[in-house]
């Protein structure tokens, strides 16, 4: 048995597993900051390309760095015929695959078919701007495949929130739904040691290339307990469907010891800095589209969830995932596509921690606090 008298902490919670430069999550003060830029201070003034090269090179582009980037993802907006092909079959498949076992597949397919496999800085940001781009058309491919429609060819006239939404929809969007996507980008690209960005971690840190981190880290961000939440949160109100009986059926709910998706975090304790902003978006656009009942839902929980919590002396609020909901159905987006729009966004983020993983490389390999036998003596298979 070992005798290193490690502390294991459950989920490694609070455990500090490296540097980074690219993002602080303050629990305490529910403050989030991108490369030392308050999000608040990004959000309506920023867009999610500005976003994007932030993250990726550690500070605000000029316009002909913006420039550069926009023509980069402009020309990796266009799905290739082989990619949408395998898309069309697989959301046509008789085993329904998730939006996120399409796009984890898709990832992995590109990154076989990418002939570079060179382990350079340049070439990552190269495959890291593909990402960012194919990876949004092909949520919007999905989105029209499902829906059993054709097809709709990416504009380049249009930045990147506004052209996945006509992607999506065939038709332009308007103002007010174009800035709160380009907002809800910005707010899920990037967060920290969280689950799927330190798979993505772990997985080129073994000296593995970008798309192998990008897939499992899309692997980590499918899971109910992380980015899964988006969709459980509209699809369990959706089955409440009545606003009059949702607080009651979410008591029984808390009472009977079962979780409530869109509520509790493992860093933030005061508040998810995020969670305002959309709640903020998703209050303004569900009354200008007039469907305003997932809102008022998603109010009744919050408040209801958040009494539950006070009573019991938890110190938990809710997070990113409960007022997305209802923002992103007033876009008139379908649920199934609500964690691969995280994907979307975070891929930004996925891939600057590649970038930062490569740049300051070494393998990562905690320890185990082994708490197993070690004196078994072996019988023979005859004897056992
Ligand atoms: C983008 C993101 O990934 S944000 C998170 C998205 N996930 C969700 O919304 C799913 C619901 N939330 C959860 O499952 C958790 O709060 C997590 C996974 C986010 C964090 O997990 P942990 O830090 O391990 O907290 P843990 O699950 O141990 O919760 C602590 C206590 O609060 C309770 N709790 C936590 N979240 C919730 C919830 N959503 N509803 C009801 N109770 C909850 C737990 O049951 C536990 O209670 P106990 O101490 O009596 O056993
Ligand atoms: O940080 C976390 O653990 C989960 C989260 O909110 C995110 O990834 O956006």
Same mark, same amino acid.
């Not at 760095?65 to 023509?71: G, Q």
């Not at 008591?251 to 304790?269: A, E, I, M, S």
């Not at 990113?320 to 209802?326: A, F």
């Given at each position: 048995?070992?005798?290193?008298?490690?502390?294991?902490?459950?989920?490694?919670?609070?455990?500090?597993?490296?540097?980074?430069?690219?993002?602080?999550?303050?629990?305490?003060?529910?403050?989030?900051?991108?490369?030392?830029?308050?999000?608040?201070?990004?959000?309506?003034?920023?867009?999610?390309?500005?976003?994007?090269?932030?993250?990726?090179?550690?500070?605000?582009?000029?316009?002909?760095?913006?420039?550069?980037?926009?023509?980069?993802?402009?020309?990796?907006? %266009? +799905?290739?015929?082989? !990619?949408?092909?395998? &898309?069309? *079959? $697989?959301?046509?498949? #008789? @085993?329904?695959?998730?939006?996120? %076992? +399409?796009?984890?597949? !898709?990832?992995?397919? &590109?990154? *076989? $078919?990418?002939?570079? #496999? @060179?382990?350079?800085?340049?070439?990552?940001?190269?495959?890291?701007?593909?990402?960012?781009?194919?990876?949004?058309?092909?949520?919007?491919?999905?989105?029209?495949?499902?829906?059993?429609?054709?097809?709709?060819?990416?504009?380049?006239?249009?930045?990147?929130?506004?052209?996945?939404?006509?992607?999506?929809?065939?038709?332009?969007?308007?103002?007010?739904?174009?800035?709160?996507?380009?907002?809800?980008?910005?707010?899920?690209?990037?967060?920290?040691?969280?689950?799927?960005?330190?798979?993505?971690?772990?997985?080129?840190?073994?000296?593995?290339?970008?798309?192998?981190?990008?897939?499992?880290?899309?692997?980590?961000?499918?899971?109910?307990?992380?980015?899964?939440?988006?969709?459980?949160?509209?699809?369990?109100?959706?089955?409440?469907?009545?606003?009059?009986?949702?607080?009651?059926?979410?008591?029984?709910?808390?009472?009977?010891?079962?979780?409530?998706?869109?509520?509790?975090?493992?860093?933030?304790?005061?508040?998810?800095?995020?969670?305002?902003?959309?709640?903020?978006?998703?209050?303004?656009?569900?009354?200008?589209?007039?469907?305003?009942?997932?809102?008022?839902?998603?109010?009744?929980?919050?408040?209801?969830?958040?009494?539950?919590?006070?009573?019991?002396?938890?110190?938990?609020?809710?997070?990113?995932?409960?007022?997305?909901?209802?923002?992103?159905?007033?876009?008139?987006?379908?649920?199934?596509?609500?964690?691969?729009?995280?994907?979307?966004?975070?891929?930004?983020?996925?891939?600057?921690?590649?970038?930062?993983?490569?740049?300051?490389?070494?393998?990562?390999?905690?320890?185990?606090?082994?708490?197993?036998?070690?004196?078994?003596?072996?019988?023979?298979?005859?004897?056992?």
């Amino acid at each position: 048995m070992s005798d290193t008298k490690a502390k294991t902490n459950a989920g490694l919670q609070d455990v500090v597993a490296g540097e980074s430069n690219i993002c602080l999550v303050d629990g305490k003060l529910g403050r989030l900051v991108y490369q030392g830029y308050d999000i608040n201070d990004l959000v309506g003034k920023a867009s999610y390309e500005e976003v994007v090269y932030l993250l990726w090179h550690g500070k605000l582009p000029t316009q002909p760095e913006l420039d550069a980037l926009d023509r980069e993802l402009k020309a990796n907006r %266009e +799905i290739p015929a082989d !990619v949408l092909t395998l &898309v069309k *079959a $697989l959301c046509e498949s #008789k @085993s329904a695959p998730t939006g996120m %076992e +399409i796009l984890r597949t !898709v990832t992995s397919y &590109v990154g *076989a $078919l990418d002939a570079d #496999k @060179s382990m350079t800085r340049e070439n990552h940001l190269r495959q890291s701007a593909k990402l960012v781009a194919l990876l949004t058309s092909v949520t919007a491919a999905i989105g029209r495949f499902t829906q059993g429609k054709a097809y709709v060819a990416p504009r380049h006239d249009l930045g990147h929130a506004a052209n996945f939404l006509y992607m999506l929809h065939g038709e332009e969007a308007d103002a007010l739904s174009v800035e709160a996507f380009d907002v809800a980008l910005i707010l899920h690209a990037d967060h920290e040691f969280n689950a799927s960005t330190f798979t993505a971690r772990c997985t080129v840190g073994t000296l593995s290339d970008v798309y192998s981190g990008v897939t499992s880290a899309i692997g980590a961000l499918k899971g109910p307990l992380h980015g899964g939440a988006n969709e459980d949160v509209l699809r369990m109100l959706m089955e409440i469907d009545d606003i009059a009986t949702t607080a009651d059926l979410l008591r029984d709910r808390l009472n009977n010891g079962v979780k409530v998706p869109g509520f509790g975090h493992r860093v933030y304790r005061s508040y998810d800095p995020r969670g305002l902003v959309l709640k903020r978006y998703a209050k303004e656009l569900t009354a200008k589209v007039g469907v305003t009942k997932w809102y008022e839902m998603t109010e009744i929980a919050e408040a209801v969830v958040l009494e539950h919590f006070a009573k019991k002396g938890k110190d938990l609020k809710y997070n990113v995932d409960l007022y997305s909901g209802s923002l992103y159905n007033a876009m008139n987006i379908p649920v199934e596509l609500f964690t691969p729009l995280f994907v979307m966004s975070r891929v930004s983020g996925w891939t600057a921690h590649i970038l930062e993983q490569y740049a300051n490389n070494r393998i990562i390999r905690p320890v185990a606090d082994y708490v197993g036998p070690v004196d078994q003596a072996f019988q023979p298979i005859n004897e056992r």
